[in-house]
């Protein structure tokens, strides 16, 4: 069963810095990844897709990438703003080959950039 | 364009009650999941939809949970006889087809009282 780990659970970091998220996954065989961002007491936005074909991906001030053999992933965000404060979750969807096609969640890293 | 919506925002219900709730995807998304996020467990994946029929129906939890999709658009997610762990958000999302990045309502949060 596929399992998703990210670290850290909570970060804190004054607003400028660069920071790191990390997503680890359990089951390499996967189809893609997929990094959102969740509010408090809305829905999920989703930030980037990676393929499992891909190396990276970049929007804006943030680059995701996928090193699928080794079961990581990594979320960067770069000169960070009050307004990035939010929860951020890496979902893995499984190479299905047809059937359940669900999205497997990790527990997420709540961030909060200090103004 | 419109996102996906869901409805009601919150419901509220006794315990041993049925409910529905509604999710209304992206127009011409084919593909439509529902999930369950819950305080300590975190988000889990229900069922999945690819246009009206649903091939994998083993992430209900129980057999008290069904749902259903016509007309390859609007999707229902009924619990009967609730309980207190039923409480929790409920979130759909729609793709474009399968496989392509999901796009998620703002849930339902259901609580049983």
């Known amino acids: 069963k596929q399992e998703v780990t990210q670290i850290p659970a909570a970060l804190s970091v004054p607003e400028g810095e660069n920071l790191v998220l990390n997503c680890s996954f359990t089951?390499?065989?996967?189809?893609?990844l997929q990094w959102f961002r969740q509010d408090p007491g809305k829905g999920l936005t989703s930030l980037l897709l990676?393929?499992?074909?891909?190396r990276e991906q970049t929007s804006g001030r943030l680059n995701a990438s996928l090193d699928k053999s080794s079961g990581r992933s990594t979320l960067y965000i770069a000169a960070s703003q009050p307004g990035d404060s939010a929860t951020y979750l890496c979902?893995?969807?499984?190479?299905?080959?047809?059937?359940?096609?669900?999205?497997?969640f990790g527990k997420g890293t709540h961030l909060i950039i200090q103004p | 364009g419109a996102g996906v919506s869901q409805s009601p925002s919150n419901k509220v219900t006794e315990k041993g009650k049925d409910v529905e709730l509604r999710c209304d995807p992206i127009?011409?998304?084919?593909?439509l999941y529902w999930y369950r996020q819950s305080l300590g467990q975190g988000l889990e994946f229900l069922i999945y939809?690819?246009?009206?029929?649903?091939?994998?129906k083993s992430g209900l939890p129980s057999d008290r949970f069904s749902a259903e999709r016509t007309g390859g658009s609007v999707s229902t997610l009924t619990i009967q006889r609730t309980q207190q762990e039923d409480s929790a958000v409920y979130l759909c999302?729609?793709?474009?087809?399968?496989?392509?990045?999901?796009?998620f309502g703002p849930g339902t949060r259901l609580t049983v009282t």
């Open positions: 999302a729609s793709s474009l087809v399968e496989g392509y990045e999901q796009y």
């Open positions: 089951d390499s065989a996967i189809y893609n």
């Open positions: 990676i393929q499992s074909s891909q």
């Open positions: 979902a893995v969807r499984p190479f299905s080959g047809g059937g359940a096609d669900g999205l497997t």
């Open positions: 127009s011409g998304h084919t593909a």
């Open positions: 939809f690819q246009g009206n029929s649903a091939p994998d």
